[in-house]
């Protein structure tokens, strides 16, 4: 096990204990900035469609039921773009963090390979890579933005390409002439471009588009897939429901490997994904919530000393006083307030923390009240 567990990073929220501990320790509580997981109620329609599934005695398939395959291709359709999308260019996932970490190795990827993500990124990126023991290479985020910089980017052994819009930790949107580029060079090179756009529908000073989207990847999905989830959207972190859509042939090799690995969505969890794909009124109640939130937290935090970058899109705000990361955290933690240090998400964050929306209303106003004081 210990070779396993040698070649991987250590785990970062470890490190956070201490600072949590301090922020425990205020008189008022602890105001958990730190980790973006969603704290509203599940919508009562998909709660009501989990519980009418309840009774699932069998099995389900890991390729899904055909009303939820349709319900994804359908929304793929809608809600992103694209065109043509069939039930055959869908896949459902047990959570996307599951995908993320296993995909390098489902797609036979090995010694001598190499996984590309944005320098800073979530973790899981370069987890996955040193699991199957390919080399993990980091890129800065803009380098799509124009051809020089790209040429900075070498295919040699290049299997995988993950590009995350919107960013996390960053909050940064790829425009889509990066998008359009993105595309054309993992074509022209031959390299699986893997979107992860688990935050799309999170945008707030610009609106996201996704990889699949019929201007940006053409009249084909060849080479491409996009990675969605529905854990921010509509609070279903509990119930680890996401997707994939995209290449057709990739989806089906993936399927072939996941049936072996018994990598099945709950039959409860496939009828609620089909409630939430199918209800767009509970995403903009949960998008109102995350604007006020992100409305107070901004201005308490640039009042404060802050400098907020990128963060357009996405649960958070990337934020900086122009020292250590770790300094920041440990000075917001004698306030009551955890936040996420910046170099978890790799070393350019080293002087940024990463300050999560997912907090009640009154919470996000004990924070706000705090920074104030």
């Known amino acids: 096990m210990s070779a396993v567990t040698d070649r991987l990073p250590v785990f970062p929220w470890d490190r956070l204990e201490p600072y949590k501990a301090t922020a425990v320790g205020h008189p008022d509580g602890i105001v958990d900035l730190s980790v973006g997981t969603p704290v509203d109620p599940v919508p009562a329609v998909i709660q009501q469609a989990l519980a009418e599934a309840a009774d699932s005695p069998g099995y389900p398939t890991v390729w899904g039921t055909v009303a939820l395959r349709e319900a994804i291709s359908g929304w793929v359709q809608r809600r992103l773009g694209a065109r043509g999308v069939t039930p055959a260019q869908v896949l459902p996932i047990v959570g996307s963090k599951e995908l993320v970490a296993a995909l390098p190795t489902q797609l036979g990827l090995g010694p001598g390979d190499k996984v590309a993500f944005p320098r800073l990124a979530y973790p899981t990126y370069e987890v996955g890579a040193r699991l199957a023991r390919a080399e993990p290479l980091p890129y800065e985020a803009d380098i799509?933005?124009?051809?020089?910089?790209?040429?900075?980017?070498?295919?040699?052994?290049?299997?995988?390409?993950?590009?995350?819009?919107?960013?996390?930790?960053?909050?940064?949107?790829?425009?889509?002439?990066?998008?359009?580029?993105?595309?054309?060079?993992?074509?022209?090179?031959?390299?699986?471009?893997?979107?992860?756009?688990?935050?799309?529908?999170?945008?707030?000073?610009?609106?996201?588009?996704?990889?699949?989207?019929?201007?940006?990847?053409?009249?084909?999905?060849?080479?491409?897939v996009a990675v969605h989830s529905l854990s921010k959207r509509s609070n279903l972190a509990g119930y680890r429901a996401a997707f994939l859509a995209g290449d057709a042939a990739v989806l089906r090799e993936l399927l072939v490997i996941r049936k072996h690995s018994g990598l099945m969505v709950a039959a409860p969890v496939q009828a609620a994904t089909i409630a939430a794909l199918g209800d767009d009124t509970h995403v903009g109640e949960q998008r109102k919530r995350y604007v006020r939130r992100r409305t107070a937290l901004?201005?308490?935090?640039?009042?404060?000393?802050?400098?907020?970058?990128?963060?357009?899109?996405?649960?958070?705000?990337?934020?900086t006083r122009?020292?250590?990361?770790?300094?920041?955290?440990?000075?917001?933690?004698?306030?009551?307030?955890?936040?996420?240090?910046?170099?978890?998400?790799?070393?350019?964050?080293?002087?940024?923390?990463?300050?999560?929306?997912?907090?009640?209303?009154?919470?996000?106003?004990?924070?706000?009240?705090?920074?104030?004081?």
Not at 145 to 157: N, Q, V, W
Not at 179 to 196: E, I
């Open 298 to 319: 901004r201005g308490a935090l640039e009042a404060y000393g802050f400098r907020i970058e990128h963060s357009e899109a996405s649960l958070y705000l990337w934020a």
């Open 144 to 224: 799509f933005a124009d051809d020089e910089r790209l040429a900075t980017l070498d295919p040699t052994g290049l299997k995988l390409l993950w590009l995350n819009s919107p960013s996390n930790p960053t909050g940064r949107v790829m425009p889509v002439a990066e998008l359009r580029r993105a595309v054309a060079w993992a074509r022209r090179h031959g390299v699986l471009l893997v979107s992860d756009e688990c935050y799309l529908e999170l945008g707030w000073e610009t609106e996201p588009v996704s990889v699949l989207r019929h201007d940006i990847c053409g009249s084909s999905f060849e080479n491409i």
């Open 322 to 373: 122009d020292e250590p990361c770790w300094d920041t955290v440990g000075e917001l933690a004698k306030r009551g307030i955890l936040v996420a240090p910046g170099d978890f998400y790799g070393p350019a964050g080293e002087r940024f923390v990463r300050v999560a929306l997912t907090a009640t209303d009154e919470r996000v106003a004990a924070a706000v009240a705090r920074l104030g004081a």
